[in-house]
T-cell receptor
Framework: DVKVTQSSRYLVKRTGEKVFLECVQDMDHENMFWYRQDPGLGLRLIYFSYDVKMKEKGDIPEGYSVSREKKERFSLILESASTNQTSMYLC???????????FGSGTRLTVV | AQKVTQAQTEISVVEKEDVTLDCVYETRDTTYYLFWYKQPPSGELVFLIRRNSFDEQNEISGRYSWNFQKSTSSFNFTITASQVVDSAVYFCALSEARGKTSYDKVIFGPGTSLSVIP
């Protein structure tokens, strides 16, 4: 069964900390994505990557960065966590032109 | 600009009732894709269906059916004889189709939370 695995289900961090959210997929997908999900706003794209070491900004990249050193792993980095980054973070992957995403279970991050 | 609207924020139905989730989209593209995803309480979004803009045939999969109408820019989702396991947040989404070498951005609607009461 194909899978996208997010390393943490729940995370609590302090304001100002550097936070790493990890995502690994075992499907050899080229495309990987990071979304955040907030009530009433749906899913908003933070960053995506269509190849190793390639990255593109999504709709809300401010305060975030990403790293993709290997095809299967896509990391989201909060350089200095703030309370407005408290959210559910969802990772997804897909093949090029395959428009059905496979999502991970999400990481619920709380910044205090 | 692309946009997806799901006007129903929350819906509650009694088990075995039919329920329709509305989705209205906006796009200037002639070629695009529409999707529905289900997010159960466990959190993981599950892909349900993809429909391209040239295929207006309705689709049925078990208790699920989808009605795509380009004339009204709608892609509605109906669950027949709802069950408690259908309780979830459902997202409608839209994607431009730019070709195989480009990323095809997906825009998600805000979601509709469906509660099926036993």
């Amino acid at each position: 069964d194909v899978k996208v695995t997010q390393s943490s289900r729940y995370l609590v961090k302090r304001t100002g900390e550097k936070v790493f959210l990890e995502c690994v997929q075992d499907m050899d997908h080229e495309n990987m994505f990071w979304y955040r999900q907030d009530p009433g706003l749906g899913l908003r794209l933070i960053y995506f990557s269509y190849d190793v070491k390639m990255k593109e900004k999504g709709d809300i990249p401010e305060g975030y960065s990403v790293s993709r050193e290997k095809k299967e792993r896509f990391s989201l980095i909060l350089e200095s966590a703030s309370t407005n980054q408290t959210s559910m973070y969802l990772c997804a992957s897909s093949l090029p032109s395959d428009y059905g995403y496979t999502f991970g279970s999400g990481t619920r991050l709380t910044v205090v | 600009a692309q946009k997806v609207t799901q006007a129903q924020t929350e819906i509650s139905v009694v088990e075995k009732e039919d329920v329709t989730l509305d989705c209205v989209y906006e796009t200037r593209d002639t070629t695009y894709y529409l999707f529905w995803y289900k997010q159960p309480p466990s959190g993981e979004l599950v892909f349900l269906i993809r429909r391209n803009s040239f295929d207006e045939q309705n689709e049925i999969s078990g208790r699920y059916s989808w009605n795509f109408q380009k004339s009204t820019s709608s892609f509605n989702f109906t669950i027949t004889a709802s069950q408690v396991v259908d309780s979830a947040v459902y997202f409608c989404a839209l994607s431009e189709a730019r070709g195989k070498t480009s990323y095809d951005k997906v825009i998600f609607g805000p979601g509709t939370s469906l509660s099926v009461i036993p």
